[in-house]
């Protein structure tokens, strides 16, 4: 389960309801009625959700959606080994790089110098809030995926 302080205004998120729309937060209220205002990221429904986190579902990290943020894909494999490696490379506007490696059920931030936790990512809105917290800006998609 997921907590409702873990999500973010700008967090691409699903209802258990219907998990066929993709919703995007637009504002949490954690004080009064601790309840949710979302909005359909195709423009539709839009609401107030209460209480928060109990209908609210993560959306899966996957490639379709770091290639939507503008990730470009390298496949490499290293001489003399039969492994092959996918790693997701972000270049930032200061020219840094935010590296995702995928593993078998994560994407895992590859070692960097301005980066001093490397946490697993499962969920789209975990890459968005470290994406937040690096940048002070919002990741949001390029391209739409659904």
């Known amino acids: 389960m997921v907590h409702a302080e873990e999500f973010r ?10 998990t066929s729309k993709l919703f995007k937060v637009e504002e949490i209220d954690l004080t009064k009625e601790k309840s949710f205002k979302i909005k359909a990221d195709t423009g539709g429904q839009e609401g107030w959700y209460a209480p928060a986190g109990t209908d609210l579902l993560p959306v899966v990290l996957n490639e379709d ?59 789209v809105h975990k890459l968005q809030n470290h994406y937040e917290d690096t ?6 998609k390029n391209s739409p995926i659904f």
């Open 9 to 18: 205004p700008g967090n691409y998120i699903l209802l258990s309801s219907d």
């Open 135 to 140: 940048t002070g800006k919002r990741l949001e």
């Open 65 to 123: 959606w770091l290639i939507s943020f503008g990730f470009k894909k390298d496949v490499y494999q290293e001489d003399r080994t039969p492994y092959v490696y996918t790693n997701f490379v972000l270049t930032l506007e200061d020219g840094k790089t935010i590296h995702l490696s995928k593993t078998e059920h994560n994407y895992e931030l590859v070692p960097a110098e301005y980066v001093t936790k490397f946490p697993k990512m499962k969920y």
